[in-house]
């Protein structure tokens, strides 16, 4: 929009001012083509408007400018203008697509590249125009060199710089252009030659001065590098200082729209006939496509509102980050007396993260959104840990909660088991006391307690097998029967062991006869006897 404005502003002798006031009408460029009918001698009854690579309109401007011109456009090709656009083939679709554009009337034109055998009218036509005359020599060689019509940006490119400085009635001579390299040598004369002076101001090294060209530099769908406009105030200084040498050669051009000083290169057979700068774009392609798709990515988050749904993650973030190399590293500020700030929650407070660029050079845009996107995945990671940190200690909550109920419940059988082991085993006292015996020592081992102790004590102690040992003058630690039954071990806290001879025991059988003749008042029959008397022959009684 900023050329047009600037060409219809010449062709009508008036201020871009006018014309921009016009064109803010929908009919405001059938206004601005009448008034530069009205100037015009020759008095025509339309107007031509070429717009050349027309595929930036696509892919460069956005869709509020691109929906601009098509409403500009509308009225005007059916009333005093007629537009024809250069476009490349891949972008023919995209543009019948578009839902703005679509609405034109397009008539599509196939254009093959140029045959050699048209490339001196080529030649000799624009010089015609400038009023210069071409050696025939000149020509062949040019045509030679050229080889073809798919180097016609180089020959344009070289065509200016044969008639810069000249004047009407000038020849363009072989000799001038020896001097100049020929077609691919001009382009690399100039470079090289801006190059050394980019060198000597910024005295760098020649990689980082062929790497901030890259800045100037996309790769489209198919591959190919094209141009790209960047703001030249946020260059850093050393490197605008370095670009300025490639501007002085006019390899580099600036403009400026909207207030903004933009750069962007010259024409692109830069790009293509330089050996550093070709070297580094196939160096770093994977990387430019990158940055194109990180452009278009960028300008959607900035017009949704930095919305975080934008934002790219996962396997997108992953390999944005491989291909442009960027690092997102903590920048600690220095106090303005030169000391580091103080470590530990200050130095937290004050810390922040900063994206370095890697392969290629990225925009402040393009950063903001890789660290946001970066700042974004981390947090949706955090949350991710937080929540399964969350389920791992619900789950062991409950486990433990489930283990330790079932231990309570266990240990309830338990307690309810004993019990009634022991209640058994009182109950049998009087009438079975081996019974009695084996239920108290099973609840015994079941639950070792003082309940089950004081019983089985209890049930021991009520019956005619009882006997007191003398012979240890301290506490009786250790008891053992020998494997025959014959036989006793005991040792005491006294430092002392004994061995009791149980068949001895037998000679009180008369005592024990008479305990429990005592015990049951009365005579004790045989089946009363053996379960009182456990191990004792059986004794007539009372």
Known sequence: MAALLRELANAART?????????????????????VLCVSVSQPRRLLVVIDQFEEVLTRSSP??????????????????QVAVTIRSEFLDPLLADPDMAALPVHVVTLRPLQTAILPHVIQGPARLAGLTVDPELVSRMVADTASGD?????????????????????LSPERYEQLGGVQGAVMRQADAALADALAVGRRRRTDVVAALLQLV?????????????SYKQLPPPVRMELDAFIAQRLLTTSEREGIVLLAVAHEAFLTAWPPLVQAITSAESALRMRRMLEQATAEWEKEGRSSSFLWGGGRLAAAISESEA?????????????????????????????????????????????ASIRHQQFRRSLFFTAVVVVVIVAITITSIAVFQRQIAQDQRELATVRGLIAQAEARRSSDIRLSLQLGVAAHQIRPSVETG????????????????????SYVNAVAFSPDGHTLATA?????????????????????????CA?????????????VALGIPYLPTC
């Open 492 to 516: 005491s806290s006294d430092t002392t062991t004994a061995l009791w001879n149980l068949r001895g025991l037998l000679k009180m059988s008369g005592h024990l006869t008479e305990l429990s």
């Open 151 to 171: 180097a016609l940006p180089l020959l344009a490119f070289t065509l200016e710089q044969l008639a810069m400085g000249l004047s009407r009635g000038a020849m």
């Open 454 to 473: 004081t019983s089985l004590y209890a049930t021991l102690i009520s019956t005619l097998l009882t006997a007191t040992l003398t012979g240890h003058a």
């Open 327 to 371: 690092q997102l590293r903590r920048v600690h500020p220095i106090q303005p007396g030169g000391g580091a700030l103080p470590t530990g929650r200050l130095r937290a407070l004050h810390t922040r993260h900063e994206l370095t660029s890697g392969r290629v050079e990225l925009n402040l845009p393009i950063r903001a959104f890789l660290r």
């Open 15 to 35: 201020t871009p001012l006018h014309v921009r006031q016009c064109l803010d009408h929908d009919d405001g460029l059938v206004r601005a083509v009448e008034e």
């Open 519 to 531: 015990a049951a008042g009365g005579g004790l029959a045989r089946a009363r006897w053996d379960s």
């Open 218 to 230: 996309t790769v489209d769908e198919v591959g190919q590098p094209t141009r790209l406009e960047i």
């Open 64 to 81: 509020t400018s691109r929906a601009r011109l098509a409403t500009l456009l509308r009225p005007a090709v059916v009333g005093p203008v």
